[in-house]
């Protein structure tokens, strides 16, 4: 059992454990909604394993936040110029729930007709279609002299 993982969100990395709260940016799920973020690494009990197969982070979205106000300003001496600005960056509170190995899935019997289509070969197209569209006709190209003037 890993004690640990990192993850990856929104282009960042994080190392968590069970039960850990964490502010990262924004996210694209409901609140009060699990995902699973893209594991890379587990670690725990001496060891550690890189992007392990079959290894899964549950986590939830507890609730959507802003951050905390930033004040910008600009100034220049003698000139009178002044600006001010402000920004509170979007954040999302989540809290991880598990970490551990992904269950085995099985396959019902809706999910086997899908399977089985998307494994038929698909219908070469015929040769005389292939090379109609080879031999398009071409316009004549317009001569670039000026014609001559008549007297």
């Keep these: 059992m890993a004690s640990y993982a990192i993850i990856s969100l929104g ?14 940016d924004r996210l694209p799920y409901d609140e009060r909604k699990a995902f699973h973020p893209r594991v890379l690494l587990t670690g725990g009990d001496g060891g550690a394993e890189i ?19 930033i004040r910008i300003g600009k100034y220049r001496p003698k000139t009178g110029y002044r600006r ?7 954040l999302s509170r989540i809290e991880i729930e598990a970490i551990g190995k992904r269950a085995a899935r099985t396959r019902t019997a809706a999910e086997e007709p899908a399977a089985e289509k998307s494994r038929r070969p698909r219908a070469a197209k015929p040769a005389a279609a292939a090379t109609a569209t080879a031999e398009a006709p071409t316009r004549p190209r317009r ?9």
């Design 51 to 69: 992007a392990p197969a079959g290894a899964e982070v549950t986590a939830r979205v507890i609730e959507h936040v802003l951050g905390e106000k």
């Design 84 to 90: 001010h600005a402000g920004h509170r960056s979007r």
């Design 143 to 151: 001569s670039a002299a000026k014609p001559k003037e008549t007297e």
């Design 11 to 24: 282009g960042k990395q994080y190392r968590v454990s069970e039960g850990q709260k964490l502010l990262v």
